[in-house]
T-cell receptor, first 117, second 109 residues
Framework: ETGVTQSPTHLIKTRGQQVTLRCSSQ?????VSWYQQALGQGPQFIFQ???????GRGNFPPRFSGLQFPNYSSELNVNALELDDSALYLC????????????????FGAGSRLTVL | KQEVTQIPAALSVPEGENLVLNCSFT??????LQWFRQDPGKGLTSLLL?????REQTSGRLNASLDKSSGRSTLYIAASQPGDSATYLCAAGSEKLVFGKGTKLTVNP
C-alpha cells in the first residue's frame, strides 16, 4: 500500500508567477484535500476534491484552484503568487462515499515547501 | 465558525515524565477530534482519532480524551522519550479539519 506522495518537495517562485503542485493519493482512496501551513501555524483547509469535483472550500481566493484526475491524483494551482503564499502545502487523501464511516483518517503527504520571493 | 486552541505553545520535559497536552474547540457539534504529530519540515502523522460518540482512544503510550460538553480534548503521553519530540496538532472535524497551532514538545535525555 503506497502512501500519499507530493511533488515537488521544495520550490522557489517570484511574486506574480504561477505554480502547480501535485499529489498522488493513497491506494484505495478517492478524495483529496489540500491544506496550507504557514510557518508556526496550524494547517488551513484550502479545498477538497471528490469524484473530480470540488467538494468544499476554505477561505481562499479564486486564484487557488485545483483538479482531481480519474486516478484520484490531484493538482493545486496558485496564480499571481504573493509573498504570503509562502508556506508548506499539504495534501491528504481519504475514502469518502456511501457506507463509509465519518471516522475517516486522513493520510497526509510530506508536503511541498513553496517560497515566494 | 470552529476555532481550535492548543495550550501550551511549547513544552520541555525530562525523559520519563508523563505529560498532558491540551486542546479546546468552540463548536461542540464536531464529528471527530484528531491528534497528529509533525516532525520539523515534514507532513502530518495521525496518532489518534476520537469519534464524537467516543470519550477516549488509546494507542501504546498515548491516550486521548474528548469532552464535547466542555469543548476540550487532552493528549496524555506516558513515560516520554526523546523520540517523542515533535509538534503535536489537534484538529476538529471530519473531512475538512480545523487545526490548532500545535504544541511543540521537547523531551530532554
Amino acid at each position: 500500500e503506497t502512501g500519499v506522495t507530493q511533488s515537488p518537495t521544495h520550490l522557489i517562485k517570484t511574486r506574480g508567477q504561477q505554480v502547480t503542485l501535485r499529489c498522488s493519493s493513497q491506494s484505495g482512496h478517492n478524495t483529496v484535500s489540500w491544506y496550507q501551513q504557514a510557518l508556526g501555524q496550524g494547517p488551513q483547509f484550502i479545498f477538497q476534491y471528490y469524484r473530480e469535483e470540488e467538494n468544499g472550500r476554505g477561505n481562499f481566493p479564486p486564484r487557488f484552484s485545483g483538479l482531481q484526475f480519474p486516478n484520484y491524483s490531484s493538482e493545486l494551482n496558485v496564480n499571481a503568487l504573493e509573498l504570503d503564499d509562502s508556506a508548506l502545502y499539504l495534501c491528504a487523501s481519504s475514502l469518502l462515499g456511501s457506507g463509509t464511516s465519518r471516522a475517516n483518517v486522513l493520510t497526509f503527504g510530506a508536503g511541498s515547501r513553496l517560497t515566494v520571493l | 465558525k470552529q476555532e481550535v486552541t492548543q495550550i501550551p505553545a511549547a513544552l520541555s520535559v525530562p525523559e520519563g515524565e508523563n505529560l498532558v497536552l491540551n486542546c479546546s474547540f468552540t463548536d461542540s457539534a464536531i464529528y471527530n477530534l484528531q491528534w497528529f504529530r509533525q516532525d520539523p519540515g515534514k507532513g502530518l502523522t495521525s496518532l489518534l482519532l476520537i469519534q464524537s460518540s467516543q470519550r477516549e482512544q488509546t494507542s501504546g503510550r498515548l491516550n486521548a480524551s474528548l469532552d464535547k460538553s466542555s469543548g476540550r480534548s487532552t493528549l496524555y503521553i506516558a513515560a516520554s522519550q526523546p523520540g517523542d519530540s515533535a509538534t503535536y496538532l489537534c484538529a476538529a472535524g471530519s473531512e475538512k479539519l480545523v487545526f490548532g497551532k500545535g504544541t511543540k514538545l521537547t523531551v530532554n535525555p
